[in-house]
């Protein structure tokens, strides 16, 4: 049933049983109801049309409680054709419930559906929102599975919302929405402004003077461009007017007796129809003589008119309509009993009597007619004795077994209370938020947990679970949190937990707040953990892994570990400049198994630590395959264990395992909704379609990672996302659109020890070449050595400087360095076993060789013919194509044109597959001046291409489906195959056969400046 009880005895016309509001009455069939609201109607209507257009719209009516808001939206509502209308109503009490509201308007549509109409309707909706608009009401202890992740219910409500706007348009009106719960008015703000493709009208009311948290969300939701707001103003003198003579049947009632109404109520509707009633109840009628009784019925009367009403009834009744502005509208008669102490019978009574008072709807739940009664009946209270009230019933949902967070409801109004069970409820309403993934919702009930009595040990208790679920979307203010725990934490296995959540805090985001005073103090505490918890074998390996996780991301703090950790037998990397390698410490009763979760961390960081120390691939493999045996679910706790694991299978270039490894890690996340390790994850899977060379697919992950970035408080690996997205760039050849993402970085901004920083070094380094800057390049390159070297990672799979250091050299005719640069990396890369890297250091050596030695355009080409054989059993699709590139440079200088131009339609099919359409142009006028054929269009041919056009293009070319485009840019499958349609037009070609290369070659035809040669 919708909240106000509307709309459901009406026709079930319309699809899936919900009223379709074709036709109605004219406006002001009821003179009572929009009297002085012509404009507004006007108004609305024409929004309406807006809509029906196909404009995602929304309208705003706005004005004082009892202003007429509802009244009026309700009445255009059955009267406005076309639509299909859902309604839902907030409530004060149920603003922190996580999707309240978006439940309230969307369920009824469900309930009333038939069994395979809601299948139809959930298809593509996700599981998170099934659960959610599921018949049980979420947040209950059914002990079956809860909503999902915050970024899963906002895709899922979308999808659902737009495809019952592709069956019909929508209107969603909701009432009172200053009292809407943040996540419901997330969506409802993402919904307007996603796109104006659907014929969507999103309808609501608000208070003046009030706004709902996050203000600015609901600053989206009602910005001009997308939104009409009408403010309801106090009706006219010529309005009262016309409500007299409706309201007392009489063509032309008193002009002085309507004076004194409109100045007894300055024109406000509720207290003028309220006025108007008692007038006729009072016998009074619309006359000179009566005109001075009005002031009787003053406006500043009816509030304690109202409780006078209260306080004539028995006791009950009294107790009864405080119990209802206390609990809520609409709750069980049995709950209403238990917090007045009495019988169902006399209650039965008691209501009876509110409902000749009138002042409860009509209908069977017990509701107030409006909230002004509330007020009325709270008003009576001074505001401990509202305290208390919420105290009584908080214990009485407690005691009667309702859900957690519905009595934390009233824990939190109530303020401080006796006894530990408050503390016990406040811990399970924040478990249920975050089994829902509203855990911002989480942190608000645990910081009410904060003022309840409680020991010091219990306290610290309260502040490490505000850190976990803090650690869900902001791990600045988990790590504060975290930090106050460990002051008052005693048992050793909790603040292992704290000091888990700390490092997890400090380095899934670095450089946002792991400060200098930061990662000393956890640096301290990891050191003293060693020593507390040396007779707890697995403590002291979780805290082991922990340390040399920090160590990993912030090489300066291995100072800091030094005295307390000596590295023995430190073994020197001896090929042709020497570095440090790091050997595993010591542990507790000898050889990692991988028996425990301690020791399989460890071993996961360790594999690690040999992969980019550049030992040989067998024996990081076998440290992997050790750690990734039977992997528990994804959590904080355990974010070294997978993360280490799936970037070793990264640069291992095992990328079906790591992407298999990502894909249940995130079913895993969107089940949990850690929505800042599903963050990570889309960045890490961004990073595997990167590895592989599939540049499209990068593109629409790192959007898709960035937009939910977006909605967190603290990106994570924020510098991660932004070299994949510059790197990504770069290969499709915007360099305009790279430049802007590598905005705000540079050498000096980079100089942190984070090892994020030289890899953002390593990609400006590559930008600024490509723009035609190669001593710029260089520079950088050069400042990310730096940085690598004194991390001790030398391994070319992970950091191939020298590779692109000696292109470069080339570039500036310093043929020596180069050659000694290229020979370097190939001996690491022999070392290190991992054919990616074999491949990339023999095609920069063969490009040296040829420039270098007499007999260098032989050897180049025997070093490349090797690199091709080499790249040819990898997955590094890219890698091949710039191999084959360069193979036909050194063909061309043997006057091998027909084997040149083998090797190039071989290298320009890989790069145009790929996406790749920097490479690909580059192709493209190498196998021109090979004499080869290349796709006809004039270079510029293509400039006329809109952005939308080539967007779509791009996807298409990459070969995505026309379906797949659509959802990935949010659009319509007809705008696509428009799109598709002039591009073939538009470019002179037959179909999707021909356009990766027409793609490849109007991108490269685009100047990019000069680059090194690969």
Same mark, same amino acid.
């Given at each position: 049933?919708?909240?106000?009880?509307?709309?459901?005895?009406?026709?079930?016309? !319309?699809?899936?049983?919900?009223? /379709?509001?074709?036709?109605?009455?004219?406006?002001?069939?009821?003179?009572?109801?929009?009297?002085?609201?012509?404009?507004?109607?006007?108004?609305?209507?024409?929004?309406?049309?807006?809509?029906?257009?196909?404009?995602?719209?929304?309208?705003?009516?706005?004005?004082?409680?009892?202003?007429?808001?509802?009244?009026?939206?309700?009445?255009?509502?059955?009267?406005?054709?076309?639509?299909?209308?859902?309604?839902?109503? +907030?409530?004060?009490?149920?603003?922190?419930?996580?999707?309240?509201?978006?439940?309230?308007?969307?369920?009824?549509?469900?309930?009333?559906?038939?069994?395979?109409?809601?299948?139809?309707?959930?298809?593509?909706?996700?599981?998170?929102?099934?659960?959610?608009?599921?018949?049980?009401?979420?947040?209950?202890?059914?002990?079956?599975?809860?909503?999902?992740?915050?970024?899963?219910?906002?895709?899922?409500?979308?999808?659902?919302?737009?495809?019952?706007?592709?069956?019909?348009?929508?209107?969603?009106?909701?009432?009172?929405?200053?009292?809407?719960?943040?996540?419901?008015?997330?969506?409802?703000?993402?919904?307007?402004?996603?796109?104006?493709?659907?014929?969507?009208?999103?309808?609501?009311?608000?208070?003046?003077?009030?706004?709902?948290?996050?203000?600015?969300?609901?600053?989206?939701?009602?910005?001009?461009?997308?939104?009409?707001?009408?403010?309801?103003?106090?009706?006219?003198?010529?309005?009262?007017?016309?409500?007299?003579?409706?309201?007392?049947?009489?063509?032309?009632?008193?002009?002085?007796? +309507?004076?004194?109404?409109?100045?007894?109520?300055?024109?406000?509707?509720?207290?003028?129809?309220?006025?108007? !009633?008692?007038?006729?109840?009072?016998?009074?009628?619309?006359?000179?003589?009566?005109?001075?009784?009005?002031?009787?019925?003053?406006?500043? =009367?009816?509030?304690?008119?109202?409780?006078?009403?209260?306080?004539?009834?028995?006791?009950?009744?009294?107790?009864?309509?405080?119990?209802? =502005?206390?609990?809520?509208?609409?709750?069980?008669?049995?709950?209403?009993?238990?917090?007045?102490?009495?019988?169902?019978?006399?209650?039965?009574?008691?209501?009876?009597?509110?409902?000749?008072?009138?002042?409860?709807?009509?209908?069977?739940?017990?509701?107030?007619?409006?909230?002004?009664?509330?007020?009325?009946?709270?008003?009576?209270?001074?505001?401990?004795?509202?305290?208390? =009230?919420?105290?009584?019933?908080?214990?009485?949902?407690?005691?009667?077994?309702?859900?957690?967070?519905?009595?934390?409801?009233?824990?939190?109004?109530?303020?401080?209370?006796?006894?530990?069970?408050?503390?016990?409820?406040?811990?399970?309403?924040?478990?249920?938020?975050?089994?829902?993934?509203?855990?911002?919702?989480? /942190?608000?009930?645990?910081?009410?947990?904060?003022?309840?009595?409680?020991?010091?040990?219990?306290?610290?208790?309260?502040?490490?679970?505000?850190?976990?679920?803090?650690?869900?979307?902001?791990?600045?203010?988990?790590?504060?949190?975290?930090?106050?725990?460990?002051?008052?934490?005693?048992?050793?296995?909790?603040?292992?937990?704290?000091?888990?959540?700390?490092?997890?805090?400090?380095?899934?985001?670095?450089?946002?707040?792991?400060?200098?005073?930061?990662?000393?103090?956890?640096?301290?505490?990891?050191?003293?953990?060693?020593?507390?918890?040396?007779?707890?074998?697995?403590?002291?390996?979780?805290?082991?892994?922990?340390?040399?996780?920090?160590?990993?991301?912030?090489?300066?703090?291995?100072?800091?570990?030094?005295?307390?950790?000596?590295?023995?037998?430190?073994?020197?990397?001896?090929?042709?400049?020497?570095?440090?390698?790091?050997?595993?410490?010591?542990?507790?009763?000898?050889?990692?198994?991988?028996?425990?979760?301690?020791?399989?961390?460890?071993?996961?960081?360790?594999?690690?630590?040999?992969?980019?120390?550049?030992?040989?691939?067998?024996?990081?493999?076998?440290?992997?395959?050790?750690?990734?045996?039977?992997?528990?679910?994804?959590?904080?706790?355990?974010?070294?264990?997978?993360?280490?694991?799936?970037?070793?299978?990264?640069?291992?270039?095992?990328?079906?395992?790591?992407?298999?490894? +990502?894909?249940?890690?995130?079913?895993?996340?969107?089940?949990?909704?850690?929505?800042?390790?599903?963050?990570?994850?889309?960045?890490?899977?961004?990073?595997?379609?990167?590895?592989?060379?599939?540049?499209?697919?990068?593109?629409?992950?790192?959007?898709?990672?960035?937009?939910?970035?977006?909605?967190?408080?603290?990106?994570?690996?924020?510098?991660?996302?932004?070299?994949?997205?510059?790197?990504?760039?770069?290969?499709? !050849?915007?360099?305009?659109?790279?430049?802007?993402?590598?905005?705000?970085?540079?050498?000096?901004?980079?100089?942190?020890?984070?090892?994020?920083?030289?890899?953002?070094?390593?990609?400006?380094?590559?930008?600024?070449?490509?723009?035609?800057?190669?001593?710029?390049?260089?520079?950088?390159?050069?400042?990310?050595?730096?940085?690598?070297?004194?991390?001790?990672?030398?391994?070319?799979?992970?950091?191939?400087?020298?590779?692109?250091?000696?292109?470069?050299?080339?570039?500036?005719?310093?043929?020596?360095?180069?050659?000694?640069?290229?020979?370097?990396?190939?001996?690491?890369?022999?070392? +290190?076993?991992?054919?990616?890297?074999?491949?990339?250091?023999?095609?920069?050596?063969?490009?040296?060789?040829?420039?270098?030695?007499?007999?260098?355009?032989?050897?180049?080409?025997?070093?490349?013919?090797?690199?091709?054989?080499?790249?040819?059993?990898?997955?590094?699709?890219?890698?091949?194509?710039?191999?084959?590139?360069?193979?036909?440079?050194?063909?061309?200088?043997?006057?091998?044109?027909?084997?040149?131009?083998?090797?190039?339609?071989?290298?320009?099919?890989?790069?145009?597959?790929?996406?790749?359409?920097?490479?690909?142009?580059?192709?493209?006028?190498?196998?021109?001046?090979?004499? !080869?054929?290349?796709?006809?269009?004039?270079?510029?041919?293509?400039?006329?291409?809109?952005?939308?056009?080539?967007?779509?293009?791009?996807?298409?070319?990459?070969?995505?489906?026309?379906?797949?485009?659509?959802?990935?840019?949010?659009?319509?499958?007809?705008?696509?195959?428009?799109?598709?349609?002039?591009?073939?037009?538009?470019?002179?070609?037959?179909?999707?056969?021909?356009?990766?290369?027409?793609?490849?070659?109007?991108?490269?035809?685009?100047?990019?400046?000069?680059?090194?040669?690969?």
């Amino acid at each position: 049933m919708n909240d106000d009880g509307r709309g459901e005895a009406a026709d079930r016309g !319309g699809p899936y049983g919900v009223p /379709v509001r074709r036709t109605g009455p004219a406006h002001g069939a009821d003179p009572l109801i929009p009297t002085g609201r012509a404009d507004e109607l006007a108004a609305l209507d024409a929004v309406a049309h807006e809509a029906l257009a196909g404009r995602m719209r929304a309208v705003q009516l706005e004005g004082g409680a009892g202003t007429g808001k509802s009244t009026l939206l309700h009445h255009w509502l059955d009267t406005v054709p076309d639509f299909r209308v859902l309604r839902a109503r +907030c409530c004060l009490l149920q603003r922190d419930v996580a999707f309240g509201t978006a439940r309230r308007l969307l369920h009824p549509l469900l309930a009333a559906a038939g069994a395979a109409e809601r299948r139809s309707l959930l298809a593509d909706a996700g599981e998170a929102v099934a659960r959610l608009l599921g018949p049980e009401e979420p947040g209950g202890d059914d002990g079956g599975p809860h909503p999902d992740g915050t970024v899963e219910v906002l895709a899922g409500l979308d999808r659902l919302v737009l495809r019952l706007a592709r069956e019909h348009p929508l209107l969603l009106a909701i009432d009172d929405l200053q009292w809407v719960d943040p996540l419901s008015l997330r969506w409802l703000a993402r919904l307007v402004n996603r796109t104006d493709a659907y014929p969507v009208l999103v309808a609501v009311t608000t208070r003046t003077g009030e706004r709902p948290d996050p203000g600015a969300l609901f600053t989206d939701l009602v910005h001009p461009a997308t939104c009409r707001t009408l403010t309801l103003r106090p009706l006219t003198p010529a309005d009262v007017e016309a409500l007299v003579a409706a309201e007392f049947g009489v063509p032309r009632p008193d002009p002085s007796f +309507c004076t004194a109404c409109h100045a007894a109520t300055q024109g406000h509707p509720l207290f003028l129809r309220a006025l108007l !009633g008692d007038a006729r109840s009072n016998g009074l009628r619309p006359t000179h003589e009566d005109r001075d009784k009005i002031a009787d019925l003053s406006l500043s =009367a009816l509030v304690p008119e109202i409780g006078h009403w209260l306080s004539q009834g028995s006791s009950t009744l009294t107790e009864l309509a405080r119990g209802i =502005a206390i609990l809520g509208d609409g709750m069980p008669r049995a709950l209403l009993a238990a917090y007045c102490g009495t019988g169902k019978a006399v209650l039965r009574s008691a209501e009876r009597q509110l409902r000749s008072l009138g002042v409860l709807r009509e209908g069977e739940d017990l509701r107030f007619i409006h909230h002004v009664v509330r007020e009325a009946v709270l008003a009576q209270w001074s505001p401990q004795e509202v305290g208390a =009230a919420h105290a009584r019933a908080a214990q009485v949902l407690h005691l009667s077994g309702r859900p957690a967070e519905e009595t934390a409801a009233h824990i939190t109004a109530a303020g401080p209370l006796t006894g530990t069970w408050a503390l016990t409820v406040l811990h399970r309403a924040a478990d249920e938020a975050l089994r829902r993934g509203a855990a911002e919702t989480a /942190v608000a009930y645990l910081r009410h947990a904060l003022f309840q009595p409680a020991a010091p040990t219990e306290q610290a208790q309260v502040l490490l679970h505000l850190a976990d679920a803090a650690s869900y979307y902001d791990t600045a203010l988990a790590a504060s949190y975290g930090s106050a725990a460990l002051e008052g934490l005693t048992d050793e296995s909790a603040r292992c937990a704290a000091l888990g959540i700390l490092a997890y805090s400090h380095l899934l985001s670095p450089g946002s707040h792991s400060g200098p005073l930061g990662l000393q103090r956890l640096s301290a505490e990891l050191t003293a953990r060693t020593s507390a918890t040396s007779g707890d074998r697995e403590l002291l390996l979780r805290t082991q892994a922990l340390i040399e996780w920090l160590e990993f991301e912030h090489p300066a703090t291995r100072t800091a570990f030094a005295a307390s950790h000596p590295v023995p037998d430190a073994a020197p990397h001896t090929a042709s400049h020497a570095v440090a390698r790091p050997v595993p410490d010591a542990v507790p009763d000898g050889v990692l198994g991988g028996g425990t979760l301690g020791e399989r961390q460890l071993l996961a960081i360790r594999a690690f630590t040999a992969l980019r120390a550049g030992r040989p691939a067998e024996e990081v493999t076998a440290l992997v395959d050790q750690a990734r045996a039977n992997l528990p679910a994804f959590s904080h706790s355990l974010f070294p264990l997978h993360s280490f694991v799936g970037q070793s299978l990264l640069y291992l270039d095992r990328l079906d395992e790591a992407g298999d490894l +990502c894909t249940r890690l995130l079913r895993e996340t969107q089940d949990s909704g850690r929505d800042l390790l599903a963050t990570y994850l889309l960045i890490f899977r961004a990073a595997v379609a990167l590895r592989r060379g599939d540049i499209a697919q990068a593109a629409t992950v790192v959007r898709t990672a960035s937009e939910r970035a977006g909605a967190t408080a603290v990106s994570p690996c924020r510098t991660t996302l932004d070299i994949i997205t510059v790197d990504t760039l770069i290969e499709q !050849g915007d360099l305009q659109a790279a430049e802007r993402a590598a905005a705000g970085y540079s050498a000096a901004a980079l100089a942190e020890t984070s090892w994020e920083g030289p890899r953002m070094l390593m990609s400006l380094a590559t930008l600024r070449t490509a723009q035609g800057d190669p001593r710029s390049g260089l520079a950088l390159l050069r400042e990310s050595s730096h940085h690598f070297e004194t991390a001790g990672i030398v391994n070319p799979a992970i950091v191939p400087w020298r590779s692109r250091a000696a292109g470069i050299r080339l570039l500036l005719g310093d043929t020596r360095t180069a050659q000694a640069l290229a020979e370097q990396e190939l001996e690491l890369a022999r070392e +290190c076993r991992i054919p990616r890297a074999v491949g990339v250091a023999l095609v920069a050596s063969a490009n040296a060789h040829a420039a270098t030695t007499a007999r260098g355009p032989e050897r180049g080409t025997e070093l490349l013919a090797e690199a091709i054989g080499v790249l040819e059993r990898t997955p590094a699709l890219l890698e091949l194509a710039r191999a084959l590139h360069a193979f036909a440079g050194a063909l061309l200088r043997r006057d091998d044109k027909s084997g040149a131009r083998k090797a190039l339609r071989r290298a320009g099919d890989i790069a145009a597959r790929c996406g790749a359409f920097r490479l690909a142009g580059r192709v493209q006028q190498r196998l021109h001046d090979a004499g !080869g054929r290349v796709t006809g269009r004039e270079t510029d041919g293509g400039s006329t291409l809109t952005a939308g056009e080539e967007r779509v293009a791009v996807l298409a070319a990459a070969g995505m489906s026309n379906r797949e485009i659509a959802e990935c840019l949010f659009v319509s499958l007809r705008t696509v195959e428009t799109h598709l349609t002039a591009t073939y037009r538009k470019l002179g070609i037959g179909g999707r056969p021909e356009l990766a290369a027409e793609m490849a070659a109007l991108t490269g035809a685009r100047g990019q400046g000069p680059t090194p040669t690969a």
